[in-house]
């Protein structure tokens, strides 16, 4: 199983910007998905979460900034990031729980895609 992340980049604060991580290889089903993000000299943090049924969690940080989805077709989850702070500057990674068959299931974490949003 692999998780690709991609769609960082460099932004101006109160921008935006769309994160998308593909999940591939064998695959029987994708439960919950989420990203996180590590900044600099800090410890890594919940962003938003999504369950297998469209359930969203969001950290207090972005709620009502940003926003996950998922399309099960493609296995891929999507974070759009509107109204960007310079504290949202971070490495943002994916979780895709994955079952590889009936009885066999793991958490899987993507590479990271760096956002930094200047001031």
């Known amino acids: 199983v692999q998780l690709q992340a991609f769609g960082g980049g460099l932004v101006q604060a109160g921008g935006s910007l769309r994160l998308s991580c593909v999940v591939s290889?064998?695959?029987?089903?994708?439960?919950?998905m989420g990203w996180y993000r590590q900044a600099p000299g800090k410890q890594r943090e919940l962003v938003a979460t999504?369950?297998?049924?469209?359930?969203?969690n969001y950290a207090g940080y972005v709620k009502g900034r940003f926003t996950i989805s998922r399309d099960n077709a493609k296995n891929t989850v999507y974070l759009q990031m509107n109204s960007l702070k310079p504290e949202d500057t971070a490495v943002y990674y994916c979780?895709?729980?994955?079952?590889?068959?009936?009885?066999?299931?793991?958490?899987?974490w993507g590479q990271g895609t760096l956002v930094t949003v200047s001031s």
């Open positions: 979780k895709v729980f994955v079952n590889e068959d009936r009885w066999l299931g793991s958490d899987y």
């Open positions: 290889g064998r695959i029987f089903s994708v439960g919950d």
């Open positions: 999504i369950t297998s049924g469209g359930t969203t």
